[in-house]
């Protein structure tokens, strides 16, 4: 009979690949049913119209009647809330929540339950496990080294925040192909990525010395890559078209192709990310403590300004010159008058290096060697103003710096630079260009060869960290903010004019400067304009001499203002500038065009093509209308706007299906990666699309769709035997019951650890460790039972790797986290059956469980065993129960009544 059935099946499979092949000759695709465009039928008549809750109802009831079977009765409100509370969020209801939704008797009070459990932030760790089945999310790279990748967990923590945050599911699909190429770039965008590469890298692989070999590891890879894209969204195995037309579907080798093209930019690797929660968090800090600030800044420069009136009218007009405008007074100054190398306004004197010499009031620099050095600062300083006056006698020079502010040892430093990174265009030059921006800046066309040709440069840095860049007292770019300032220490920063930093190569400025200023305070546009056109002359007083022309409640004013202001300036510096983190998301490199693989052969490359999508799908169009070169982001984006298209056939399809798989055990479709001509056709074809249909028009609403599903009259059906439903439908295809199912491993660890009492709720962040690493070329993982908080949290916080499997959730079928796994197996073996009672994580968790309840009993031993039996299992023992119990107890311990327990049939089951 098995022979004959395999003849049979295998004569069907040939004659499905020679139909597909012969309508392909013909020009035509086979009309495949997940194809067809999602239409939302009205749902059925039925006759029994007291069943339906809502539409789902009438659908499935409408063929049940067709098979002359009826749905089994509503299940009690213990089960029910038991059952729903493991579906939504994971873990077992407590006893208080069982007695509050039994004795609600408001016929709201099972819609409100629904609310309550899809509001829990626990139910984004629970629909995130599945999620994460289907991405084949790993914690290492597998393959023989199977290294660890300590900064995966951030892609974990993105899609339980997707589910809690209910992120429309079309948005969910462009973040996870494409987040980091939307406008503007977040995070959470970049993050998102992660699911093309959080499956197994082969490194040695990729390491090899041998190109063809490497390519060869290359093109798995990049299928690894096509095929969850494909399988996960669209339920496709588009993968299976590498080598030739697929044989099941209407996918040809050139669509493959057509779909690697998009992601041949996505190489494994991590990357750094500013989290844009803390840069806005950043943001608003630094703009509440600016606002505080200038109101304050303004006053005193009202009050600086009518001081140095009444000083400038005291003063004796007697030469020419102070008829000029005059600027604001630096804190330094350098003019070279008469051959000095003096600070004429402080202590910051200066001496000739390399060379350097003055002529005609000039500071005279060869280019190569000269240059001038002064003394280190007296005082510390952050925010400020470099200001150079330069004559340049040749425009093609690159690197030089007019005046720098540096470090003793010329590591950090800022500067006014010329030429180095864009020809002829000035730049805030900085260690390793941390504040350092290209300007979109006009080029440098003045030439010194007259007086009147020096240029006038200054960039004055600012509290917030705003950097902008002045030439002859006009903006020359747009303000940027690119890193935070820093700070210079007094005794140890000096200044140096001509020389870009100490220690460095080609840093040296051929030039002449006229005169240059450091100031102690970043100065307004207003100022540097005012310095510009005072041609460096300034007020030589002190600010005793400024205050000494206040009155004396000017005084007072002065001294609160500067003394706020100061305050203000520290809390500003001291605000910390949101630092990057490091997540394995992959890197992008541009790729070269596509070329379609004769037979998947890396060595017989035939014609280019474009990227693009499934040709067998006419709406939304695949043409991306993009060229073989096109940008890598945009390639991914197309693809990915592509899929989450409210016209695609196949991505609510899908979406709808999985949901309803882990709701009811099966999905509508029972292969959940496959909606092609191999995988299973649905057993509701109209239900699927009415369910599709009704996602997409809801604005793709993951948690509609779960209240929408189980508030049905279907999904409440109790679990009872029927033996002639059994005849008729021994899979429950047609949902006539719910069907008691196993938890997942996963479930079963988690619910353990809730009935104990010793499940640690934190959320996020990195993965807990349970087991020792020795590393020899190769990752070894010595798995341990390891108490402590830190490793009872919820099992998705376990880190996933390959070959560090815990023993426990082995046993209970939880998959390789390498491979896509949208159906979990469930079996029943005697290994699950010793480590469920000997295990060492069992073992430590039955005499918590025992002390908990004990302890909340005060000693009473009936009340101990009805809690235990509660927390377990949601229920109180029955009277035959308790007699059993009661002569167990007689020569057994408590423990061990709760080591029972946590073996019974009924605590690893929901029905």
Request: charged residues 25%.
């Amino acid at each position: 009979m098995r022979a004959r059935t395999s003849f049979f099946a295998l004569t069907a499979l040939c004659a499905t690949v020679l139909t597909n092949a012969a309508v392909r000759a013909a020009g035509e695709e086979p009309q495949l049913w997940s194809l067809q465009p999602v239409r939302q039928p009205e749902p059925p008549a039925v006759k029994d119209t007291g069943w339906p809750i809502n539409p789902i109802d009438r659908f499935v009831l409408r063929r049940l009647e067709s098979r002359g079977l009826k749905p089994s009765g509503s299940a009690d409100q213990t089960t029910l809330i038991r059952r729903l509370t493991f579906d939504l969020i994971g873990l077992p209801p407590t006893p208080a929540e069982v007695d509050a939704f039994v004795n609600d008797k408001d016929p709201r009070a099972y819609d409100r339950l629904v609310d309550r459990l899809l509001a829990s932030p626990h139910y984004g760790e629970r629909w995130a496990r599945h999620w994460l089945d289907c991405a084949r999310f790993s914690e290492s790279q597998g393959f023989e080294r199977d290294k660890l990748r300590p900064n995966a967990w951030h892609y974990r923590d993105y899609v339980i925040r997707a589910f809690n945050e209910n992120k429309p599911y079309d948005r969910f699909i462009i973040e996870q192909i494409a987040g980091d190429a939307l406008t503007p770039v977040t995070a959470d965008g970049i993050v998102a990525t992660a699911l093309l590469v959080c499956g197994a890298y082969d490194e040695v692989g990729a390491g090899q010395q041998s190109a063809v070999m490497k390519a060869r590891v290359r093109e798995e890879e990049l299928e690894d890559i096509v095929s969850v894209v494909s399988q996960t969204f669209l339920g496709m195995t588009a993968n299976c078209a590498r080598c030739h037309d697929h044989k099941f579907a209407p996918i040809s080798q050139v669509d493959y192709f057509r779909i690697k093209s998009v992601f041949e930019g996505v190489r494994h690797g991590e990357r750094k990310i500013v989290d844009a929660a803390a840069s806005k968090r950043h943001a608003a800090t630094i703009a509440k403590l600016n606002a505080q600030l200038k109101p304050l800044q303004d006053r005193l420069a009202a009050l600086n300004k009518t001081a140095t009136q009444r000083v400038l009218a005291k003063q004796t007009p007697d030469k020419p010159e102070t008829d000029r405008p005059l600027g604001p007074r630096p804190f330094a100054h350098w003019s070279f008058e008469n051959g000095s190398t003096r600070d004429t306004v402080g202590q910051v004197h200066g001496e000739l290096k390399g060379g350097a010499k003055i002529e005609s009031g000039r500071l005279v620099l060869n280019g190569s060697s000269a240059f001038f050095q002064t003394s280190p600062l007296s005082k510390d300083i952050r925010e400020k103003t470099l200001e150079a006056w330069v004559v340049l006698p040749t425009l093609n020079q690159g690197g030089g710096g007019a005046i720098t502010l540096e470090s003793g040892n010329g590591v950090t430093f800022d500067s006014i630079v010329y030429g180095e990174r864009q020809p002829r265009k000035w730049m805030a030059g900085s260690d390793f260009f941390r504040r350092t921006n290209d300007l979109t800046a006009p080029q440098e066309s003045t030439q010194g060869s007259q007086p009147n040709d020096a240029v006038h440069m200054a960039i004055v840095y600012g509290p917030d960290n705003a950097i902008t860049v002045y030439r002859n007292g006009q903006p020359y770019a747009a303000t940027y903010k690119k890193h935070q300032l820093q700070s210079y220490k007094a005794g140890d920063a000096r200044v140096l004019l001509g020389k870009r930093h100490t220690g460095s190569a080609r840093s040296h400025l051929n030039g002449q400067i006229l005169s240059a200023s450091l100031y102690d305070r970043p100065l307004s546009a207003g100022e540097v304009q005012a310095s510009y056109k005072s041609a460096g002359r300034f007020l030589h007083v002190y600010p005793a001499d400024l205050l000494a022309a206040l009155t004396p409640q000017e005084q007072a004013e002065h001294k609160r203002l500067t003394e706020r202001v100061a305050k203000l300036a520290q809390q500003l510096q001291a605000v910390p500038s949101p630092q990057p983190f490091t997540s394995y998301t992959g890197v992008r490199r541009q790729p070269p065009p596509t070329r379609l693989l004769d037979r998947g052969d890396v060595t017989k490359p035939r014609q280019v093509v474009s990227p693009g999508a499934m040709s067998v799908i006419g709406q939304p169009t695949p043409d991306f209308k993009l060229k073989p070169d096109a940008p890598e982001a945009q390639r991914r984006l197309a693809l990915a706007r592509w899929i989450a298209h409210h016209d695609n056939p196949l991505t609510a399809r899908v979406m709808v299906n999985r949901v309803w798989h882990y709701h009811f055990g099966r999905g509508i479709v029972a292969t959940p990666n496959d909606f092609g001509e191999s995988g299973a056709k649905p057993t509701h074809p109209q239900l699927l699309d009415w369910l599709a249909a009704h996602f997409v028009e809801s604005g793709w609403d993951v948690k509609a769709l779960h209240k929408l599903i189980v508030t049905s009259a279907a999904y409440r059906q109790s679990s009872d035997h029927n033996d002639h439903a059994m005849q008729v439908d021994a899979g429950n295809t047609l949902v006539w019951r719910f069907k008691p199912r196993r938890l997942e491993g996963e479930a079963v660890r988690d619910a353990v650890l809730s009935v104990s009492g010793l499940l640690n709720k934190q959320m996020g962040g990195p993965s807990f460790r349970p087991f020792d690493v020795v590393v020899n070329n190769t990752h070894f993982y010595h798995v341990k039972d390891k108490p402590g908080p830190q490793f009872d949290r919820r099992t998705i916080y376990r880190i996933n790797v390959s070959s560090g499997k815990d023993p426990l959730l082995d046993v209970l079928d939880c998959p390789d986290p390498s491979v896509k796994a949208p159906l979990r197996r469930s079996t029943t073996t005697p290994r699950a059956s010793l480590m469920l009672m000997n295990g060492p994580f069992m073992q430590r968790q039955f005499k918590a469980f025992a002390k908990r309840v004990t302890d909340e009993a005060n000693g009473d031993q009936a009340k101990a065993v009805d809690l235990a039996f509660r927390y377990a299992i949601a229920r109180r023992p029955t009277d035959m129960e308790r007699r059993t119990i009661n002569a167990f107890l007689e020569r057994e311990s408590f423990e061990h009544l709760c080591w029972v327990i946590l073996n019974m049939t009924e605590f690893v089951y929901v029905r």
